[in-house]
C-alpha cells in the first residue's frame, strides 16, 4: 500500500543553518506530493507541492525535488530562520480513489537564535 | 476566501459520551476528509467524503462515522467516547479529484476524562 517515511526528529538549528528533512514515500503509479507545516495550536497550512516526476516545488525559501528513481522528496532549505520552528509533514496523494492523503510522522523544526 | 472552519474549538467529554463535530468546507470544495492527530500515532485518516457519499474510509472502529450535507458541509460523530479517543481531529477540504492539494482547518480539540 501506499506510505510516507520522514525522518524522525527533533531538530534543532542555529539561525542560518542550512535544513533537510528527509522523505521517502511508497505508491502505485504517480502521486502527487506535498510539504506542509504546522505552528503551534494550528492546523496544516501547505509550504509546497510537486505532481510529477523532476518537478521542483519551492515557497518562502523552501525547496523540494520530486524524485521517481529514489521515490523521494526531501525538504531543504538553505538558511533557516526563528520563524522556521514548527513541525514539517511529508504527504502524498494515495492511488487509490477519491483524494485520500498519507502523511508521515512529522519532523519537528526548532531554530535558536 | 474564507477558510476551512471546524467547530467546536474545544471539547470536554466523559468517557461514554458521545460528541459531534462540524467542519464548513471552502467554498466550492466538495471533498471533505478528516484526520485525527496524537502524539502517538501521528496523523491518522479517518474519512473522506464526495458528494454525500463516503469516498475512502481509514482503519477506525464503527463509533467513529460522519454524514456530508448537500452544500458539502460535513460532520463527524464519536460514539461511546473512550479516553484513547482524546485527540485533534482536523478537517481539510479540496476540489474532489485525485492529488488536489488539502486544505486544513484548526482542528477541534477534544478532551475525554
Known amino acids: 500500500g501506499d506510505s510516507v517515511t520522514q525522518m524522525e526528529g527533533p531538530v534543532t538549528l542555529s539561525e542560518e543553518a542550512f535544513l533537510t528533512i528527509n522523505c521517502t514515500y511508497t505508491?502505485?503509479?504517480?502521486?502527487?506530493l506535498f510539504w506542509y507545516v504546522q505552528y503551534p495550536g494550528e492546523g496544516l497550512q501547505l509550504l509546497l507541492k510537486?505532481?510529477?516526476?523532476?518537478d521542483k516545488g519551492s515557497n518562502k525559501g523552501f525547496e523540494a525535488t520530486y524524485r521517481k528513481e529514489t521515490t523521494s522528496f526531501h525538504l531543504e532549505k538553505g538558511s533557516v530562520q526563528v520563524s522556521d520552528s514548527a513541525v514539517y509533514f511529508c504527504?502524498?496523494?494515495?492511488?487509490?480513489?477519491?483524494?485520500?492523503?498519507?502523511f508521515g510522522t512529522g519532523t519537528s523544526l526548532t531554530v535558536i537564535p | 476566501k474564507a477558510g476551512v472552519t471546524q467547530t467546536p474549538r474545544y471539547l470536554i467529554k466523559t468517557r461514554g459520551q458521545q460528541v459531534t463535530l462540524s467542519c464548513s468546507p471552502i467554498?466550492?470544495?466538495?471533498?471533505v476528509s478528516w484526520y485525527q492527530q496524537t502524539p502517538g500515532q501521528g496523523l491518522q485518516f479517518l474519512f473522506e467524503?464526495?458528494?454525500?457519499?463516503?469516498?475512502n474510509k481509514g482503519n477506525f472502529p464503527g463509533r467513529f462515522s460522519g454524514r456530508q450535507f448537500s452544500n458539502s458541509r460535513s460532520e463527524m460523530n464519536v460514539s461511546t467516547l473512550e479516553l484513547g479517543d482524546s485527540a485533534l481531529y482536523l478537517c481539510?477540504?479540496?476540489?474532489?479529484?485525485?492529488?488536489?492539494?488539502?486544505?486544513f482547518g484548526p482542528g477541534t480539540r477534544l478532551l475525554v476524562l
Open positions: 481539510a477540504s479540496s476540489p474532489p479529484d485525485r492529488g488536489e492539494t488539502q486544505y
Open positions: 505508491a502505485t503509479g504517480y502521486p502527487s
Open positions: 510537486a505532481t510529477k516526476a523532476d
Open positions: 504527504a502524498l496523494a494515495a492511488s487509490n480513489t477519491g483524494n485520500q492523503f498519507y
Open positions: 467554498s466550492g470544495h466538495r471533498s
Open positions: 467524503y464526495f458528494s454525500e457519499t463516503q469516498r
